[in-house]
């Protein structure tokens, strides 16, 4: 984990939305079929588990650091095809998917409840 003197961790964020943006890029080029269930299913195990796991163990300090983030997520819903043309909160809505900032506010209350 890379953090510097202030234990600032957002070294850590773009790395990891480069690794993940990488493997979109792969889905991308390797991945005839662009449909919802093709898309997702990929997605939901290379792509999500990683996005996820930055939100909850760095929760990122800075807007920039979420934004970027949150991009990786953006570009992974595009690729599906019937959703190009949808705003990126009606992609959301139509998957029953979450943005990565509601995600680590959920994760954040789960962690205070217990």
């Known amino acids: 984990m890379l953090v ?4 600032d961790t957002s070294k ?3 790395p990891s ?3 993940v943006n990488h493997t979109l890029g792969c889905i ?3 991945v005839a079929s662009r449909v919802r269930e093709v ?3 990929i997605c939901s195990a290379l792509v999500r588990p990683h996005l996820e ?4 163990m760095w929760s990122p300090q800075y807007r ?9 997520q953006r570009r992974a819903t595009k690729m599906i095809q019937e959703m190009e043309h949808l705003s990126y909160e009606d992609r959301l809505r139509e998957l029953g998917l979450f943005s990565m900032e509601k995600r680590r506010l959920q ?3 789960l962690v205070f409840q217990y």
């Open 39 to 41: 898309i997702l299913s």
């Open 17 to 19: 939305a480069q690794k």
């Open 4 to 7: 510097d003197g202030k234990l």
């Open 107 to 109: 994760e954040t209350c």
């Open 53 to 56: 796991y930055c939100i909850q």
């Open 28 to 30: 991308k080029r390797s």
């Open 12 to 14: 850590k964020c773009a």
């Open 64 to 72: 920039r650091d979420m934004d970027l983030l949150e991009r990786v």
